[in-house]
């Protein structure tokens, strides 16, 4: 079928254009997140200049191995071009998690591995993160070509970053990456089967969506992300078509070789099919590696024909054969602690912000980690352990800035162990007192070892799924006074997790195969087994075991959420496995391409070269000029030439502004500093045609400002709220120039003014089809106040307010705003941010007062694309009703007093553009109930709201 298409240079513009509105949850770019009494160190080479704090020499040294050693053996299939690029190491942070950006061209490492070792692997951390993060480095040197090229000229590196997303899907990226970390190691996630559990789901249910909303998700259906679509795509283009083949693909794909849907004509030029065609054959690929036989129903329900995501449910544990607790989560309501007996559901309390559902259960007690932010450097965070009273919902938190993961009850319940990560990475067993948290012993960690999911198994010794320094694992019984270490069985890298002990018995989840299988382990005899029965057949993965004393459950993944599946003990067979050794291995799903070239296990055969290690100094390169950036936040429209330095510490931008509200253009240059615990802003501004309302008229005037200040950003966040304070002031001074004819009623004149400010966030989580927060509150207060030259103030008051609507998914939304001036007869004016009633034109008057209320509901979810270009994802609208009063004086001196209420409809479309971008934006409709005076004609006006922040 022909489609409808935008050409490119036309497809890039918009983007640009749109890019600003759009926001990531990703943790990333963290300004000023490291305190300054962090030292830094680097190792330089060809490849990479790895930074890294002070101490950390060794995960820095073999960082910069890696890469090196890797980018001389793999460039060929990706391509020759080298730029050095800059990899931080954060160690402060409880995030597992990696990137690499081009604008500024830069990489952050967060080295604290994730406890599931599901989910990524098993593999040593910094090294998982080199092999996989470096290959993106090798993709954006590569795919500086072409249109892309030209792009990266006019606009910088934010120029290729555009081009590159517009001509090469994001699944090829994080899919060639995926690649690469399972070729050259002997794991990745191409070999785990967790990895494809989504997919395996869709095709087990029949869920035949398109590949648009596999591309770009959806708010009703469970849609996997795009990593697993790019590994299958990528590794079947290897696998039929050659190692060279994406190489081919993406280099003409990134110079926009044949014009329109650069990618899919490079697909259809090297592989001789089209791109629906090339698809579909890997996608089918799979899915014949897999058994797919119907999941049991969710809960013993039949699904609907058109059944929707229902619920996650996680982490069960039993209370006794009636009644289980587990953690909760739909798509419109935040992550729930519930406890079931029979059918009859109660909801125990919210769970706090926290980095995985994990928890674990005592005699009416739960513990689980909350995830916990610094009150100033945002790269330094930590991981709380919460104990919560089942029957009262009261909770209480019992460590406090600590690092804890995985924590776990004792038999008598007065003692929890829990995994703790140190900043050098050290992993170790703490156990503390159940009640207070204090630490009563550290257990050594005598061989070096990652510990997971740690459980007691008697009141001397402890069960661990455990990661040696080669990433293999092994479950091991622990001494707590000793920390003396019997493996129970053999290192492997097939992945294990979710140990659970019942009496002398360890039940566990592992790979084996292509499934990830339940086993049982009896320590006394040491004897291994298989658990299975139907449900455990049919099931994809599983997961999360849990005993009581006649039944057993488990949690397995379905097209509608994760499943809890419960069944009598006795229907369980043990099938025992002679040589207590996992069986199946690890799978590569029929793809000989892993294993045919010199790079293979690449890893395993890095030689730790002598590298030099040499100070990094905080100084280094602080103006990186990167990108051409505009940033659309109405009423300003503004081109910047940013910058940022390596460190993230310093951002730059010259700029130049057009005002919407005043019709001002500005020119200038800002600088802020974020190393201390202040920041530090300064800059300088020439701005041509300000403009205020004087008497009656309007009066022109040009403005140079040169200003600095301090402000003070603090994160307040705890719990379930996320909050943040920033407090700050700023020294302006401006010189005045009025233009022509107004030089003959006005002096120029200069004048010095402070403009101080208090901006405070609060919100509750959010699930994933709120519209906004169900509670929240957004205030601003901002005092200008000059202090020589002129006598003027403004005074800004302005707060939003969210509240529940009468449904699920809707918002009360209240807005208040007070704006004042002084009385001191001057036609200089501050800049004016009051929120005046929409549909009308706006001046800023001596005193306005604004209340507002407005109702926001979703519509419809159309889970509908067009042509690959724009995907609709919600659509959404407000009801609003704005009042604003205003009084000023006319020439004479008299007073002029002015009501301006407008009630209208907002239509919001939210969005995905090129199957890579998140962009809403809405048609507003305003019905004016009083005169526009300060412009246009008529009582009804339509304007196009573009992308902006709301909250």
């Not at 073999?62 to 980018?71: F, L, S």
């Not at 661990?464 to 001494?479: D, E, F, H, P, Q």
């Not at 004086?889 to 009501?899: A, I, M, N, V």
Request: glycine share 8%; proline share 4%.
């Amino acid at each position: 079928m022909k489609q409808s298409v935008i050409p490119p240079f036309l497809r890039c513009s918009f983007l640009l254009l749109l890019l600003v509105g759009t926001a990531t949850i990703t943790k990333a770019q963290e300004f000023g997140g490291n305190p300054p009494s962090i030292k830094w160190d680097q190792v330089n080479t060809p490849a990479a200049k790895v930074i890294f704090p002070f101490g950390l020499d060794s995960a820095g040294l073999r960082v910069a191995n890696i890469v090196e050693q890797m980018n001389k053996v793999i460039q060929p299939t990706i391509g020759f071009k080298q730029k050095q690029v800059s990899i931080l190491l954060q160690n402060q942070t409880t995030i597992a998690n990696a990137y690499v950006q081009l604008a500024p061209f830069r990489s952050e490492f967060y080295l604290t591995p994730d406890q599931n070792s599901f989910a990524i692997g098993s593999l040593p951390w910094p090294e998982q993160l080199a092999i996989h993060e470096f290959r993106h480095v090798q993709q954006y040197n590569n795919f500086n070509v072409g249109v892309s090229k030209v792009l990266h000229v006019i606009f910088g590196e934010g120029g290729q970053a555009v081009g590159n997303e517009l001509s090469i899907p994001n699944w090829f990226f994080e899919g060639d990456a995926v690649f690469n970390e399972t070729h050259v190691s002997d794991q990745g996630r191409g070999r785990i089967p967790y990895f494809f559990d989504g997919y395996r789901a869709l095709w087990a249910d029949g869920r035949d969506y398109s590949y648009m909303k596999l591309r770009n998700g959806s708010y009703l259906d469970y849609t996997p992300d795009w990593y697993p679509l790019g590994y299958m795509l990528v590794s079947y283009g290897r696998e039929k078509y050659g190692d060279y083949f994406w190489k081919n693909v993406t280099h003409d794909a990134a110079a926009y070789k044949g014009g329109l849907y650069p990618f899919e004509r490079a697909i259809k030029k090297y592989a001789g099919v089209d791109f629906v065609q090339f698809r579909n054959d890997g996608l089918n690929y799979y899915k014949q590696q897999f058994i797919t036989q119907t999941p049991q129903q969710f809960a013993g329900n039949k699904y609907k024909k058109n059944q929707h995501f229902i619920a996650d449910q996680e982490y069960p544990v039993y209370v006794n054969d009636s009644t289980i607790i587990y953690m909760k989560s739909t798509y419109n309501h935040i992550p729930v602690f519930v406890v079931k007996t029979g059918a009859k559901e109660r909801k125990i309390s919210v769970r706090d912000f926290s980095l995985d559902s994990y928890f674990d259960y005592h005699d009416g007690k739960i513990a689980y980690a909350s995830y916990r932010q610094d009150l100033r450097w945002n790269y330094r965070d930590y991981s709380d352990i919460i104990v919560v009273d089942v029957k009262t919902g009261k909770e209480h938190r019992i460590t406090v800035r600590s690092k804890y993961f995985s924590p776990s009850f004792s038999a008598d319940g007065k003692r929890i162990i829990a995994v703790k990560v140190g900043p050098s990475g050290k992993s170790d067993l703490h156990l503390l007192d159940m009640n207070d948290g204090k630490l009563i012993t550290a257990i050594p960690n005598k061989d070096g070892l990652f510990f997971t999911y740690p459980k007691f198994y008697d009141n001397d010794r402890l069960i661990s799924a455990v990661r040696n320094n080669k990433g293999k694992m092994s479950l091991a019984l622990i001494s707590i006074k000793t920390g003396d270490v019997k493996y129970l069985l053999p290192f492997t890298y097939q992945p294990i997790a979710f140990p659970l002990v019942h009496r002398d018995t360890v039940y566990f989840s592992a790979v084996s195969g292509i499934n990830d299988k339940l086993f049982a382990l009896s320590v006394n005899d040491h004897k291994l087994y298989e658990l299975t029965n139907d449900s455990l057949k049919s099931s994809i993965g599983n997961y999360q075991p849990t005993i009581s004393a006649n039944k057993m459950a488990w949690v397995s993944f379905t097209a509608f959420g994760y499943k809890m599946h419960e069944a009598d003990k006795s229907v369980i067979q043990w099938n025992s496995l002679p040589d207590v050794s996992l069986p199946g291995g690890m799978p590569d799903f029929a793809i000989s391409a892993l294993k045919r070239d010199s790079s293979t296990d690449l890893l395993a055969n890095v030689v730790d070269s002598s590298l030099k290690v040499t100070k990094y100094h905080k100084s280094y390169h602080l103006f990186n000029f990167h990108s051409l950036i505009p940033d659309i936040s109405d009423p300003n429209y503004t081109f910047s030439l940013s910058g940022e330095n390596v460190l993230n510490t310093f951002q730059s931008a010259l700029s130049f502004t057009y005002n919407r509200n005043e019709g001002y253009k500005e020119f200038g240059f800002d600088g802020i500093y974020g190393a201390l615990f202040p920041y530090i802003d300064g800059g300088a501004d020439y701005t041509i045609d300000r403009r205020a309302y004087y008497r009656g008229e309007n009066v022109y005037w040009n403005e140079t400002t040169i200003h600095g200040g301090l402000e003070l950003p603090l994160n307040l966040s705890s719990g379930k709220l996320s909050t943040s304070l920033a407090i700050g002031s700023d020294l302006y001074y401006s010189s005045t120039n009025f233009q022509q004819p107004f030089q003959h009623d006005f002096n120029d004149i200069s004048y010095t003014y402070l403009n101080n400010y208090i901006v405070f966030n609060n919100s509750i989580q959010q699930a994933k089809q709120n519209i906004y927060p169900r509670f929240g509150q957004s205030i601003t207060l901002n005092y200008k106040n000059a202090i020589s030259g002129i006598s003027a103030t403004q005074f800004l008051a302005n707060g939003t307010f969210y509240f529940p609507g009468l449904f699920v998914n809707h918002n009360l939304i209240i807005n208040v705003a007070h704006q004042q001036k002084g009385n001191d007869n001057n036609v200089i004016d501050f800049s004016n941010d009051f929120p005046f009633s929409r549909g009308y034109t706006a001046e800023n008057l001596y005193d306005m007062n604004k209340a507002s209320a407005s109702y926001d509901f979703p519509i419809a979810y159309p889970d509908w694309g067009v042509a690959n270009t724009i995907y609709f994802l919600r659509l959404r609208g407000n009801l609003f009703y704005d009042y604003t009063h205003a009084t000023d004086f006319y020439t004479d001196g008299s007073k002029f007093k002015g009501t301006f209420r407008s009630t209208g409809l907002e239509l919001f479309f939210d969005t995905q553009w090129f199957n890579q971008e998140s962009i809403s934006f809405g048609i507003r409709y305003s019905r004016l109930l009083d005169p526009d005076i300060f412009g246009g004609t008529g009582r009804n006006r339509i304007e196009i709201v573009l992308p902006v922040s709301f909250f």
